[in-house]
T-cell receptor
Framework: GAVVSQHPSWVICKSGTSVKIECRSL??????MFWYRQFPKQSLMLMAT?????????EQGVEKDKFLINHASLTLSTLTVTSAHPEDSSFYIC??????????????FGEGSRLTVL | GQNIDQPTEMTATEGAIVQINCTYQ??????LFWYQQHAGEAPTFLSYNVLDGLEEKGRFSSFLSRSKGYSYLLLKELQMKDSASYLCAAMDSNYQLIWGAGTKLIIKP
């Protein structure tokens, strides 16, 4: 299957700093990528849909100025958590759909990035 | 509104069979997905159903009834490594996935 790589896997930062998480589709082009947040023992929560070459679409309640998304190429989307605070500590996961070879709707997930804000 | 319901937790014995149910209500429907997620890891795809009936894939099978808004994931010959959370997700008319909270499956020897 298609491969999505996410980096970094773990990040610890001080409160007030910004953190960038990268999501790459390694063997396919992804015009759309999705960013999720998952708190312990809870399900995935869609934060935003990242569209290549255009602005991301944010879900209700997600601050677009705090969670900056850039999808500058067909294989890379980045999520920047600006001025991170302890409540932003979570597991952030990206996913992409391979639409180039018959879209089955299957989402391919990155490995996830665990953010801890001190 | 859109909603996915699945049990919070289930326990089963190694070697046995377990069925995890999922009911959904969505605005339009473009398929039902099951994902497996081990603690601290990203979800991995298990199955996709868009037509009524049973899809079998090795030890795992998934069933869909569109008229009832119901799906189940059937796991046979359970192994300890099957201990994980199983996420049910329905795709609505806008091709957005609506996620359930997940069912934590505990396998006992």
């Amino acid at each position: 299957g298609a491969v999505v790589s996410q980096h970094p896997s773990w990040v610890i930062c001080k409160s007030g700093t910004s953190v960038k998480i990268e999501c790459r589709s390694l063997d396919f082009q992804a015009t759309t990528m999705f960013w999720y947040r998952q708190f312990p023992k809870q399900s995935l929560m869609l934060m935003a849909t990242s569209n290549e070459g255009s602005k991301a679409t944010y879900e209700q309640g997600v601050e677009k100025d705090k969670f900056l998304i850039n999808h500058a190429s067909l294989t890379l989307s980045t999520l920047t958590v600006t001025s991170a605070h302890p409540e932003d500590s979570s597991f952030y996961i990206c996913s992409a759909r391979d639409t180039t070879s018959g879209d089955t709707g299957e989402l391919f997930f990155g490995e996830g990035s665990r953010l801890t804000v001190l | 509104g859109q909603n996915i319901d699945q049990p919070t937790e289930m326990t089963a014995t190694e070697g046995a069979i377990v069925q995890i149910n999922c009911t959904y209500q969505t605005s339009g429907f473009n398929g039902l997905f099951w994902y497996q997620q081990h603690a601290g890891e990203a979800p991995t795809f298990l199955s996709y159903n868009v037509l009524d009936g049973l899809e079998e894939k090795g030890r795992f099978s998934s069933f869909l009834s569109r008229s009832k808004g119901y799906s189940y994931l059937l796991l046979k010959e359970l192994q300890m490594k099957d201990s994980a959370s199983y996420l049910c997700a329905a795709m609505d008319s806008n091709y957005q996935l609506i996620w359930g909270a997940g069912t934590k499956l505990i396998i006992k020897p």
